[in-house]
Nanobody, 123 residues
Framework: VQLQASGGGLVQAGGSLRLSCAASGRSFKTYSIGWFRQGPGEERDFVAAIGWDGGTTYFHDSVKGRFTISRDNDKNTAYLQMNSLKPEDTALYYC?????????????????WGRGTLVTVSS
């Protein structure tokens, strides 16, 4: 599967963005999808994940209550809705696919990665 993340941009603190992760191939619905982010000079960190059928979701504590994750298997696309954005959310955001059916937060469980989309939150 090939993935392409989009939807990043510059937003003021308190604002919202919706990231999309478009996948090629017919196997999208057999994968769980995760979102990760990487700030300058930092490691890639888990943000959120969703199981193959949307039945399980998993969020990092720092985004709980602010971010939601969803997917549309008919459109081969997953989404990350980000609300109440903070300057510390600034990072390059990546989506990734895992053969684990349930949502997983472990980076090593993901085998396919898209290019990142940059999110910048100004104070």
């Amino acid at each position: 599967v090939q993935l392409q993340a989009s939807g990043g941009g510059l937003v003021q603190a308190g604002g919202s963005l919706r990231l999309s992760c478009a996948a090629s191939g017919r196997s999208f619905k057999t994968y769980s999808i995760g979102w990760f982010r990487q700030g300058p000079g930092e490691e890639r960190d888990f943000v959120a994940a969703i199981g193959w059928d949307g039945g399980t979701t998993y969020f990092h504590d720092s985004v709980k209550g602010r971010f939601t994750i969803s997917r549309d298997n008919d459109k081969n696309t997953a989404y990350l809705q980000m609300n109440s954005l903070k300057p510390e959310d600034t990072a390059l955001y990546y989506c990734a696919a895992s053969r684990w059916l349930a949502a997983t937060n472990r980076l090593q469980n993901y085998h396919a990665w898209g290019r990142g989309t940059l999110v910048t939150v100004s104070s």
